[in-house]
């Protein structure tokens, strides 16, 4: 099977063997075929039992048909929450001139703003769970590849996007508002101009998934006397977004799909799904989405009863909450269910 392109940059080979190699995993041997990364140079002896139960990232096996790993993807995609140093999937970090260096969340501003002459590879620790760093890339003349939980963060270098994001900072927008591009009523008013000069260079970025996260993640906010957490958990998301996670967090609850296969079903096959069906009229999106994934008929009659309260208007605003923040919504609505479990 051919590793995505993404994963591969011209002659500087396959970023996990960088990674490897970066966090002193030695050559030995003549490597072989390894389920995780391919072909290895590694030594493959161990079978796939080494992954353990932390590998959660079955979806991005290079050579799901080969029951070996190499040492490499033993050790850079494992390791036990424990160890020390910590395992990598807990750490966001970056490569260069092959040395591993781990990332603060301060330390991206920098990386994100910096034109390197030389390749490097980045990859962000979005939940410090999941395996990012499969979904690591090249990066390097302008063009980001990060690695993230679900996906490779494909963007341009825009000077005009940090600078609309640095604007918006600076007039008060928090963090959660720059995100999902919705601004509190008194802000609006009292910086119209700067908000719209801002959201028209953002505007395009906000199609490219999860680079404006990663940017406004990375934006450093001089935060008074609260905590980033307290800052993070008090953005308001508008009600749309939260009518959406409940259609979804209703949707998955009842689906045997997930019942069945909870891992693959929460790893990127619900997310895609839902991807697939955004830009259908809501009811049918969400008919579709059910059809999919197997939600049962006590689920599907809590979403026609929530559908059957709304009006156009306020179905297109569900519609277009799900299309600008699948990735979001789609972990809002795992934790949603995860309570909604818990209670039942
Ligand atoms: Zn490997």
Known sequence: MKMPTTLNSENSGNPLHALARALGVEARGDGGPCAVCGESPFETACTMKALGNMFNRWSRLASPGVNAICEGCKYATGGHSSRKPRPVRMTSFVIECGKFNVLQQADWWELLNKRPDKPFVASWATSRKKQHMLHAGWSGDGIWRIGADERCIVFEHREDVMAAVVALRDIGARKGHIASGHYPPKLLTAHRKTIETAELALAEFRQKSMALDLIVYALPVDYDNKTMADRETSMPLPPSDHTAIELLADI??????????????????????????????????????????????????????????????????????????????????????KEKRGTK
Do not use: C
């Not at 006590?298 to 297109?316: I, P, Q």
């Not at 990735?327 to 934790?335: D, G, Q, R």
């Open 252 to 337: 998955a609850f009842g689906s045997s799909f997930r019942v069945d296969q909870g891992i693959r079903f929460w790893g990127g096959y619900f997310e895609s799904r839902i991807k697939r069906f955004s830009r259908l009229p809501l009811p049918d999106a969400l008919s579709n989405l059910m059809g999919e994934v197997g939600t049962g008929v006590t689920s599907a009659g809590a979403v026609s009863k929530r559908l059957a309260a709304m009006d156009t208007a306020e179905m297109n605003a569900v519609s277009e909450s799900i299309r600008a923040r699948t990735t979001l919504l789609h972990a809002l609505a795992f934790e949603q269910m």
